[in-house]
């Protein structure tokens, strides 16, 4: 239960509320356990006048109608508490689910990449819907049916002993049996629909995946090899469906044969306790039996809580387990830091924890506000990575980066990524529509400065072609871009902003020549004032650049600006000329 604890601030939250519902259960179970003796005094009513102990037939029929009436009065009110019980542990249930589900969510997302980077992304949605889900079965229904139990058990035993004590205690025997196979059976229960939950996610990725990659499955004529697989997986998610409805099948019959052996006892033991004169009335029989009834519901949710509080207090642990997590990169600075773009990087290397890959080793140079520097070098030569550092995505494990003559840690985080239009490798768009993409870079953007941006990032004409043109809807419902449509969008998004600092990471690598020239020269103009980085594998995107550095294997090999390059012999020189005879520069 330590686990749970976590949840006590939100039983705080709703106190008042949970008070009532107890109020309300204490009022529901009390005119519940009317009904009983009502209908025990009813029978004594009968039964004397069969003994002769009342003649008047009539004083016999007002006696029975009042009963009914009060009968009917009794499950009314009764009725009504226990809709109103629900009402209020029910909804208290999902308020809490909601305030966790929104804590969970907020934390994840104040975590470092890192995080992400050791979790895959199934876990994290399943702990914060599958494992709040479980959660909110003990915060709801556990509480609810324990209040109710409770309550009962109080009322109804405490009478029950008040009338016949020797009978209560034989009639109540059986019940703790019933508690325990009921807690076992649901563990059983819980067990096998774990597995059967297990394959459902299987089956959901890998059905996911097969239509996702439907073009790469039919391309490669893969269809009969995936149905294959696909029937395999079915089949097994099939058998342990059935294991799982063979113990479900258990659950009322196992009740009813319960129920059925107290009620043999209290008519047996009943019975002979009459017969002998320790009991007086018939109506007490009839009374118990209603009462054994009565119990049976709520002690087989004794076992039922007890299982379903195990099982909320595993989803809270993995819960916690997540929610202690804190982030790596945290921001120190609560004042506003203003940013203008001189950048320094001074002997800056790192090293990616999850595989120690040593990505950049004692890198340094320096750009100023308005300059834009061009980074290339071969594929996995850490080039992407000094983007990441630059946006505080990792920390740099030694050396250290400068704005404006301060370390980017002692720089508001928040004011750092603001004052950053970042457009990254790979363009990700969002299932919005083209004009919601752009303005993600800026929320109260006006349609003008979203044209304005697309028309800058050269996109504006294909975006004009399609039939609902901005408003046009992408993703898997929608239109999908081409690559180089995608990384156009994206451009927009960062240009948007109007940041500081722009960073594009080798995004104009699926547009061809001609409007990469259009681009760069658009983005010559809008970049004047601000610090522009641009990552590329194409000497023809960087060669405008105030400074272009190479990188290899995480070190700066040349640098220098595009005219002094070509000159110098290495790593530069060979592509230019490489690229040159592709007709590409
Ligand atoms: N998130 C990561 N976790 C672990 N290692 C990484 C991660 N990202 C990159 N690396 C490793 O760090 C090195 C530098 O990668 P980086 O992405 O910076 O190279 P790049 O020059 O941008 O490559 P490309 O031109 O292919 O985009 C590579 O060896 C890569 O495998």
């Not at 890998?206 to 149905?227: D, R």
């Not at 929610?323 to 600075?333: G, K, Y």
């Not at 002997?347 to 140079?365: E, G, H, P, Q, R």
């Amino acid at each position: 239960m330590r686990a749970l604890r976590h949840l006590n601030k939100y039983f705080l939250k709703y106190k008042y509320r949970l008070l009532i519902g107890l109020v309300i259960t204490v009022i529901a179970r009390i005119f519940s356990t009317l009904v009983p003796t009502i209908v025990g005094d009813s029978v004594d009513i009968v039964e004397k006048y069969i003994n002769n102990d009342v003649t008047d037939i009539s004083q016999v029929k007002n006696g029975l109608i009042i009963n009914i009436l009060l009968i009917l009065g009794a499950v009314l009110i009764s009725a009504l508490f226990t809709f109103l019980m629900r009402q209020t542990f029910i909804v208290v249930s999902r308020f809490i689910e909601f305030d966790l589900k929104n804590e969970v969510f907020q934390h994840y997302e104040r975590l470092s990449l890192n995080f992400y980077k050791k979790n895959r992304t199934g876990d994290l949605m399943n702990r914060i819907s599958e494992d709040v889900s479980k959660v909110r079965m003990y915060v709801g229904p556990a509480i609810m049916y324990s209040v109710n139990t409770i309550t009962l058990f109080v009322v109804v035993i405490g009478y029950m002993i008040s009338i016949a004590p020797e009978l209560t205690l034989y009639t109540v025997a059986p019940l703790p049996i019933l508690s325990v196979s009921i807690y076992k059976l649901s563990v059983a229960i819980h067990n096998r629909s774990t597995v059967v939950q297990e394959f459902l996610s299987k089956l959901t990725t890998f059905t996911q995946e097969s239509f996702s990659g439907i073009t790469v499955i039919k391309a490669y004529g893969i269809e009969p090899q995936t149905n294959q697989n696909f029937t395999e997986l079915s089949s097994t998610s099939k058998s342990k469906n059935l294991d799982l409805a063979k113990v479900q099948a258990l659950f009322f019959p196992l009740m009813v044969l319960l129920i059925g052996f107290s009620n043999i006892l209290v008519i047996y033991i009943g019975g002979k306790q009459y017969l002998d004169g320790t009991i007086q009335e018939i109506g007490v029989i009839v009374q118990f039996i209603l009462y054994v009834n009565m119990l049976t519901w709520p002690v087989a949710t004794v076992g039922w809580v007890s299982s379903i509080v195990q099982q909320a207090e595993a989803s809270q642990v993995r819960i916690n387990e997540f929610l202690s997590q804190e982030p790596e990169i945290v921001n120190t600075v609560t004042q506003k830091t203003p940013i203008q773009g001189n950048i320094k990087f001074k002997d800056v290397s790192f090293i990616y924890d999850d595989t120690n890959i040593t990505a950049l080793k004692s890198i340094s140079f320096e750009i100023n506000k308005g300059e834009t520097i061009g980074i290339i070098g071969k594929t996995g030569s850490g080039k992407s990575t000094i983007l990441d550092l630059l946006g505080r995505l990792y920390d740099v494990s030694s050396g250290v980066i400068e704005i404006d003559g301060r370390s980017i840690t002692d720089t508001n985080l928040f004011d750092l990524r603001n004052h950053i239009g970042y457009v990254p490798q790979d363009a990700f768009l969002f299932s919005d529509s083209i004009k919601n993409n752009i303005k993600f870079g800026k929320e109260d953007a006006t349609d003008e400065e979203v044209y304005q941006a697309a028309k800058n990032a050269v996109v504006h004409k294909n975006i004009v072609g399609f039939t609902n043109g901005y408003d046009t809807i992408l993703g898997e419902r929608g239109i999908t871009l081409s690559g180089g449509q995608k990384q156009r969008v994206s451009i927009a998004r960062a240009i948007i902003k109007d940041p500081s600092i722009l960073l594009f990471d080798d995004c104009l690598s699926a547009v061809d020549t001609e409007t990469e020239e259009e681009i760069m020269s658009n983005l010559g103009k809008i970049s004047k004032d601000k610090t522009t980085f641009i990552v590329s594998h194409r000497v023809s995107t960087t060669k405008n650049a105030d400074k272009i550095i190479v990188i290899d294997d995480g070190q700066i090999t040349q640098q220098g600006t595009h005219n002094q390059l070509i000159t110098e012999d290495g790593y530069y020189k060979e592509l230019y000329l490489k690229q040159l005879d592709e007709k590409e520069i």
